[in-house]
């Protein structure tokens, strides 16, 4: 059983924060953050606005978006680092609001690279005839976990939600491959000061950002070259890039080492920065809704986040 796209959807909250907001309060400049970042500006959620709700109404566009009722959905997976509480899970939260009931849910944490891994597991889920039509969500509230006086990090991240609809096909496989790695011993690289076990705490971001760098352009740049050659395609065969959105320099550095044509590579960042595991879904929602998108369109998605985690997945529209 092969498993296609169904249906996309996407949510960012009405809050805007712009980098000229920003310097009114912290020792930076819009110039600064966008010459090192290409973020301009970041949506924020309001305090009593959670991730649940930001999954919610990415999760109702998809499924108006893939033409299904939600009593359809058999599966929810939704990829998260920012959880509305430590426990229950999100996906269950977000099953109860979507009305349904007796199905699994579960939330999947992997940072930055959520929805790539969250995009293998369901589709190796698809593959096994378990399941016929799974909710993968990918939703961020990350101004949760910002020190807003720390100028290296509060100005990179921003909130929002991504969904899509996957579903069992009995033609050709809409996903063609997927291929997820991590390295414990990067642990250090991107984390939070903070944690349930460790001391009660949410825990603000702290991060190594030069050596996280080097990582992200040399782990992506491998992992899609890796994944190409298994399936036999070059770089050319690849209609739209739609990399992580975590800064500009990391894509255009990838985009350089692997000789990708710039004009195919969807850039989200600057409007949206870095939503996490939502970045890829919601830089795909705005490359379907720009109406560029073609059937049998090629899609390469890559992210890299904490842990280190990371991975590759190639699509046909």
Known sequence: MSCKILGVGS??????????????YLDT????????????????????????????????????DAGIKASDIDLIIVCT??????FPSVATKLQYLLGLSNIPAFD??????????????????????????????????MSSLLNWDDRS??????????????????????IIDSKIYSDGSSYDVLYTDGGTSINGQTG?????????????VEKMSESIEDILTKNSLTIDDIDYFIPHQANVRIIDNMVQRLKFNPNKVV???ATHANCSAASIPLALSELKSSGKLKRGDILLFSAIGAGLTWGSAIIRW
């Open 204 to 216: 603000k971001i702290l991060m190594k950002g030069q050596i996280l760098f080097k990582h992200a």
């Open 81 to 86: 680092t920012t959880p509305d509480n430590s």
């Open 153 to 174: 990090t509060c100005i990179l991240f921003g909130d929002g939600a991504g969904a899509v609809i996957l579903q069992s096909n009995s033609d050709k496989s809409e």
């Open 29 to 64: 400049s819009d110039e600064w953050i966008r010459s090192r970042t290409g973020i301009e500006q970041r949506h924020i959620a309001s305090e009593n606005e959670y991730t649940s709700n930001l999954a919610l109404k990415a999760a109702q566009a998809a499924i108006i």
């Open 11 to 24: 949510y960012l909250p009405k809050r805007i924060v712009s980098n000229c907001d920003l310097e009114k």
């Open 108 to 141: 999947l944490q992997a940072v930055c690279a959520g929805f790539i891994y969250g995009l293998d597991v369901a589709d190796g889920l698809i593959e096994s005839s378990k399941y016929s039509t799974i909710l993968l969500v990918g939703a961020e509230k």
């Open 267 to 269: 850039k989200t960042v």
